[in-house]
């Protein structure tokens, strides 16, 4: 079972290069979102969608975009990247979150790490 | 708005000894409540859930109660085992249609050694 897989794995990228972290879940679920996890400060939320063509901003979108084209893909595009966006990154999708149980469903995530 | 406040770590406990990370929150109505547990080199996954006041949640031998009154929800074991060596959080989602988000707190390291 795929669940929710993400790629790559571990980058490394230099202060103004751009990139694009890629999700994508074959359980056909209408919510996805990404996360950041730094030191200290648990996980804070980018950007998240609630279907195909709708996206919406998080806690922390600066420097980010999203697109949502499809159900089961979810990119997260580093437009110029920084040394703050040296970061762990999660992606998550959930079939129930608008329904109250909230259950999220999460890659193994991207280590970034900007130079 | 909304937050969780989890007991800072790490948390260091012999094998089969009792466990509680303790969680509050901030949030208006009745949000639900969350456990997710992250092992070592991998995404989070759901441990346990509540969804209304004086539920208790409990997966793996884990329980939490989710507490109006005092806005919390404590993840307790009774004895824990190597393998339970995780960073938990507590995380909490808003009640009603239209919410999205899941706050989390800034996690729990627990180490168990043997």
């Known amino acids: 079972n795929a669940g929710v897989t993400q790629t790559p794995k571990f980058q490394v990228l230099k202060t103004g290069q751009s990139m694009t972290l890629q999700c994508a879940q074959d359980m056909n679920h209408e919510y996805m979102s990404w996360y950041r996890q730094d030191p200290g400060m648990g996980l804070r939320l980018i950007h998240y969608?609630?279907?195909?063509?709708?996206?919406d901003q998080g806690e922390v979108p600066n420097g980010y975009n999203v697109s949502r084209s499809t159900t089961e893909d979810f990119p997260l595009r580093l437009l110029s990247a920084a040394p703050s966006q040296t970061s762990v990154y999660f992606c998550?999708?959930?079939?129930?979150?608008?329904?109250?149980?909230?259950?999220?469903?999460f890659g193994e995530g991207s280590r970034l790490t900007v130079l | 708005g909304d937050s969780v406040t989890q007991m800072e770590g790490p948390v260091t406990l012999s094998e089969e000894a009792f466990l509680t990370i303790n969680c509050t929150y901030t949030a208006t109505g009745y949000p639900s409540l969350f456990w997710y547990v992250q092992y070592p080199g991998e995404g989070l996954q759901l441990l346990l859930k509540?969804?209304?006041?004086?539920d208790k949640g409990s997966n793996k031998g884990f329980e939490a109660t989710y507490r109006k009154e005092t806005t919390s929800f404590h993840l307790e074991k009774g004895s824990v085992q190597v393998s339970d060596s995780a960073v938990y959080f507590c995380?909490?989602?808003?009640?009603?249609?239209?919410?999205?988000?899941?706050?989390f707190g800034k996690g729990t390291k627990l180490s168990v050694i043997p």
């Open positions: 998550a999708s959930s079939g129930s979150i608008g329904t109250g149980t909230g259950e999220l469903f």
């Open positions: 969608s609630v279907g195909a063509g709708i996206t």
């Open positions: 995380a909490l989602k808003r009640s009603g249609a239209g919410s999205y988000q899941l706050t």
């Open positions: 509540a969804t209304k006041a004086d």
